[in-house]
């Protein structure tokens, strides 16, 4: 065999060669690598995660981890902790890219009772543990630099929609929160609590009383304008919700569910029971959500000093100015709830 042939069997035998590694290279990398059937799925990598740690999570979403792990090394892949989204028939190329790109996470809250409700609602959402929300939100120093206590720390956290990568620590959820909390109290909202005789934490106090009275927004200023009037002549405020607080927080079962206030209940002992403490309790008793507090800055003025639940429109109150109609009041929602056998 002369030169010239050997030469082209071996440039053929190359071009072969090559032929063949593309192949494989495009096999590997670009050919459909997904076995889930909706359309995206989301992968969590957790902080501190090593490479097979991340293969592990990936596993369940493809049909070949042998091909996603080829490209992973070739681009030199390394974990970063975070929430990655992966879309239905993506190639391995693609599913490798995907994993460098941690995207937000959108977490909401409202409604909570405690620091710990919270804290189980937002570590549903997100990467720390409900104890590392709980220890970031009731630091002393955390809470005193922001102007409040443990027992108001629930002020600090205003019920909305925000955004989070995953992975965020619970101290840089706490400070993100902490800073919406100023934003929230401009100036406006700042004069209007001052023009009431009250602080932010005391409006927030006042405000989680009114959302628990009435889910009707469009009722709560004038609840909170009742509430404001008892304070304004020194009359406890005497709220029921106050009171049912007072019953979780001394059983330690906040999930138990109380339908009926009776009037044994309200000798609870208890500094947030108002029937027999004047004044504001001394921390909140729930999470107002933003119209609640609005509620309370901007209640009209009128002489309404009772309101009672309103057996004819459920969900409502009926309003009253003295005694003696609060009675009249009272006593047809009694027998209303009676009738229907409403015990607890």
């Given at each position: 065999?002369?030169?010239?042939?050997?030469?082209?069997?071996?440039?053929?035998?190359?071009?072969?060669?090559?032929?063949?590694?593309?192949?494989?290279?495009?096999?590997?990398?670009?050919?459909?690598?997904?076995?889930?059937?909706?359309?995206?799925?989301?992968?969590?990598?957790?902080?501190?995660?090593?490479?097979?740690?991340?293969?592990?999570?990936?596993?369940?979403?493809?049909?070949?981890?042998?091909?996603?792990?080829?490209?992973?090394?070739?681009?030199?892949?390394?974990p970063k902790p975070g929430k990655y989204l992966l879309k239905k028939g993506s190639n391995s190329f693609a599913l490798v890219r995907a994993m460098?790109?941690?995207?937000?996470?959108?977490?909401?809250?409202?409604?909570?009772?405690?620091?710990?409700?919270?804290?189980?609602?937002?570590?549903?959402?997100?990467?720390?543990?409900?104890?590392?929300?709980?220890?970031?939100?009731?630091?002393?120093?955390?809470l005193a630099n922001n102007n409040l206590n443990k027992e108001a720390a629930l002020a600090l956290f205003i019920p909305n929609t925000y955004e989070?990568?995953?992975?965020?620590?619970?101290?840089?959820?706490?400070?993100?929160?902490?800073?919406?909390?100023?934003?929230?109290?401009?100036?406006?909202?700042?004069?209007?609590?001052?023009?009431?005789?009250?602080?932010?934490?005391?409006?927030?106090?006042?405000?989680?009383?009114?959302?628990?009275?009435?889910?009707?927004?469009?009722?709560?200023?004038?609840?909170?304008?009742?509430?404001?009037?008892?304070?304004?002549?020194?009359?406890?405020?005497?709220?029921?919700?106050?009171?049912?607080?007072?019953?979780?927080?001394?059983?330690?079962?906040?999930?138990?569910?109380?339908?009926?206030?009776?009037?044994?209940?309200?000798?609870?002992?208890?500094?947030?029971?108002?029937?027999?403490?004047?004044?504001?309790?001394?921390?909140?008793?729930?999470?107002?959500?933003?119209?609640?507090?609005?509620?309370?800055?901007?209640?009209?003025?009128?002489?309404?000093?009772?309101?009672?639940?309103?057996?004819?429109?459920?969900?409502?109150?009926?309003?009253?100015?003295?005694?003696?109609?609060?009675?009249?009041?009272?006593?047809?929602?009694?027998?209303?709830?009676?009738?229907?056998?409403?015990?607890?």
């Amino acid at each position: 065999m002369n030169a010239k042939k050997i030469f082209t069997l071996v440039a053929v035998s190359g071009v072969f060669v090559a032929l063949a590694i593309s192949a494989y290279l495009y096999y590997m990398a670009f050919t459909a690598n997904t076995s889930f059937s909706q359309n995206e799925v989301y992968v969590y990598i957790p902080t501190d995660a090593t490479y097979e740690m991340v293969l592990e999570e990936v596993k369940p979403f493809v049909t070949d981890i042998d091909k996603f792990d080829f490209v992973a090394q070739k681009r030199n892949y390394t974990p970063k902790p975070g929430k990655y989204l992966l879309k239905k028939g993506s190639n391995s190329f693609a599913l490798v890219r995907a994993m460098y790109a941690n995207i937000p996470v959108k977490v909401a809250f409202n409604n909570q009772e405690t620091i710990n409700d919270l804290a189980v609602r937002l570590s549903a959402q997100l990467e720390p543990s409900v104890a590392s929300f709980e220890t970031a939100f009731t630091d002393s120093t955390f809470l005193a630099n922001n102007n409040l206590n443990k027992e108001a720390a629930l002020a600090l956290f205003i019920p909305n929609t925000y955004e989070f990568y995953w992975n965020t620590s619970a101290q840089k959820v706490a400070d993100k929160l902490a800073k919406e909390y100023q934003k929230f109290w401009n100036h406006e909202r700042l004069a209007k609590a001052e023009a009431k005789g009250l602080t932010p934490v005391q409006v927030a106090i006042l405000a989680a009383i009114v959302h628990k009275e009435t889910a009707k927004v469009s009722e709560r200023p004038t609840v909170a304008g009742v509430y404001l009037n008892r304070l304004a002549t020194g009359m406890p405020l005497q709220a029921d919700p106050t009171v049912i607080f007072a019953i979780k927080k001394e059983s330690g079962n906040f999930d138990q569910i109380i339908k009926r206030v009776f009037y044994n209940d309200l000798k609870i002992n208890s500094p947030y029971n108002t029937y027999l403490n004047t004044g504001l309790p001394p921390g909140l008793i729930a999470m107002p959500d933003i119209s609640a507090i609005d509620a309370v800055l901007n209640a009209p003025k009128h002489d309404y000093l009772y309101f009672c639940a309103s057996p004819e429109r459920p969900g409502y109150h009926e309003f009253a100015a003295n005694y003696a109609q609060h009675q009249i009041n009272a006593k047809k929602y009694s027998e209303w709830v009676n009738k229907l056998g409403i015990e607890r």
